[in-house]
């Protein structure tokens, strides 16, 4: 199956900075969702953008659905210690048959008190 | 409160054992879905219903088999046949098609073959 390539890997940031990931796809997507996963527990929804262009913020959280519907970008301000965890994004595009998304690798990133 | 529960968080097999993981959601989805996480592997697509009584193999369907005789429910069986059956299971479910993309997902159940 398709796969979204998700950069960076791994973050290791001091706490109070700003974060910045994002995913890119070779096809184009109609949402993009963004997960935050704790240590084994199940994926969290933080975001979904609905249109192309569209800016979302929820909290210190921040993302961007690009233009050419094949990438999109979250942005954390003021990074703290529980902001720790992994970052998935997800796409998906609607019609016929589309029942699925498709997962990026995600983010894994660490905060430094 | 709705949500998604799967059980058991931990599961220990034998080598040569099927075991089943539950999964059970009362928000009225209508799809749902099984991943299989491994480190640095993302989320692979085990296999999905999109209604009652039908289902689909995922990327790696291999190895699993599942039943969706319920809306609410949606269990996988790890059978003896998958080779490396060691990994954090997660269940999801969506709404239709036509009403949003937005997949909300269960704690996991973490299976280890001793």
């Known amino acids: 199956g398709q796969q979204l390539n998700q950069s960076p890997q791994s973050m290791f940031i001091q706490e109070g900075e700003d974060v910045s990931m994002n995913c890119t796809s070779s096809s184009i997507f109609n949402t993009w969702l963004w997960y935050k996963q704790d240590p084994g527990e199940g994926p969290v929804l933080l975001i979904a953008?609905?249109?192309?262009?569209e800016l979302t913020s929820n909290g210190r959280l921040t993302a961007q659905f690009g233009i050419t519907r094949k990438d999109s970008f979250l942005n954390i301000s003021a990074s703290i210690p529980s902001d720790v965890g992994i970052y998935f994004c997800a796409g998906h595009l609607s019609g016929a048959g589309s029942y699925q998304l498709t997962f990026g690798k995600g983010t894994k990133l660490s905060v430094i008190p | 409160d709705g949500g998604i529960t799967q059980s058991p968080k931990y599961l220990f097999r034998k080598e040569g054992q099927n075991v089943t993981l539950s999964c059970e959601q009362n928000l009225n989805h209508d799809a749902m879905y099984w991943y299989r996480q491994d480190p640095g592997q993302g989320l692979r697509l085990i296999y999905y219903?999109?209604?009652?009584?039908?289902?689909q193999k995922g990327d790696i369907a291999e190895g699993y088999s599942v039943s969706r005789e319920k809306k609410e429910s949606f269990p996988l069986t790890v059978t003896s046949a998958q080779k490396n059956p060691t990994a954090f299971y997660l269940c999801?479910?969506?709404?239709?098609?036509?009403?949003?993309?937005?997949?909300?997902f269960g704690q996991g159940t973490r299976l280890t073959v001793v």
């Open positions: 953008l609905y249109k192309a262009g």
């Open positions: 999801a479910s969506k709404v239709t098609e036509s009403l949003g993309a937005e997949a909300f």
């Open positions: 219903s999109q209604i009652v009584n039908d289902f």
